[in-house]
T-cell receptor, first 113, second 113 residues
Framework: DAGVTQSPTHLIKTRGQHVTLRCSPI?????VSWYQQVLGQGPQFIFQ???????GRGNFPDRFSARQFPNYSSELNVNALLLGDSALYLC????????????FGQGTRLTVV | KNEVEQSPQNLTAQEGEFITINCSYS?????LHWLQQHPGGGIVSLFM???GKKKHGRLIATINIQEKHSSLHITASHPRDSAVYIC???????????????FGKGTKLSVKP
């Protein structure tokens, strides 16, 4: 069975550019959450989507946006990239939002130069 | 003060030693995850528990809901156990979500042969 898959695995962008990160949840999972992990810190909650609707948003600026598609895959978009956006972006899927075990992808390592 | 605190931050052990990592939280939770993160970044879910104790191989996780405390134990530690161990509280209605994870900063474990 395929686990949570994220693409790309690594990405280098320039300040001011835009980036799109993608996540495919485990088959049958309807909830996707996005987290940002800066080096040396624990992950921080960015967004939660369940049944294609945004169900929660963490303390991130409006430059961060996301969506969930009918097949439950998800995209995280970040506009006007800053150096401080450099981080590991993790996607987690679960069967039911906030109720069942979360499974994580390998993450996308974003470097902004 | 972080809502999820882990101790110790760093831990070095000799192969075969019994290891304990502690996690305290200040938010109301429905469950707590113990996660393992290797240098490549990917996160693996070890346990999700809401009461009592769970065991998987050499790993044991316990939680005391009244005291808001959880522990992860590793028996007969091995160099391949070297990783960052993260506890994450599944908190309801955090950031307006239907429950998402609030992470500790992680405990970096190094097991020497």
């Amino acid at each position: 069975d395929a686990g949570v898959t994220q693409s790309p695995t690594h990405l280098i962008k320039t300040r001011g550019q835009h980036v799109t990160l993608r996540c495919s949840p485990i088959s049958g999972h309807k909830s996707v959450s996005w987290y940002q992990q800066v080096l040396g810190q624990g992950p921080q909650f960015i967004f939660q989507y369940y049944e294609k609707e945004e169900r929660g948003r963490g303390n991130f600026p409006d430059r961060f946006s996301a969506r969930q598609f009918p097949n439950y895959s998800s995209e995280l978009n970040v506009n006007a990239l800053l150096l401080g956006d450099s981080a590991l972006y993790l996607c987690a899927s679960s069967l039911v939002a906030g109720r069942t075990e979360a499974f994580f992808g390998q993450g996308t390592r974003l470097t902004v130069v | 003060k972080n809502e999820v605190e882990q101790s110790p931050q760093n831990l070095t052990a000799q192969e075969g030693e019994f290891i304990t990592i502690n996690c305290s939280y200040s938010v109301g939770i429905s469950a707590l995850h113990w996660l393992q993160q290797h240098p490549g970044g990917g996160i693996v879910s070890l346990f999700m528990l809401s009461s009592g104790k769970k065991k998987h191989g050499r790993l044991i996780a316990t939680i005391n809901i009244q005291e808001k405390h959880s522990s992860l134990h590793i028996t007969a530690s091995h160099p391949r156990d070297s990783a960052v161990y993260i506890c994450a509280a599944l908190a309801g209605n955090y950031g307006g979500s239907q429950g998402n994870l609030i992470f500790g900063k992680g405990t970096k474990l190094s097991v020497k042969p």
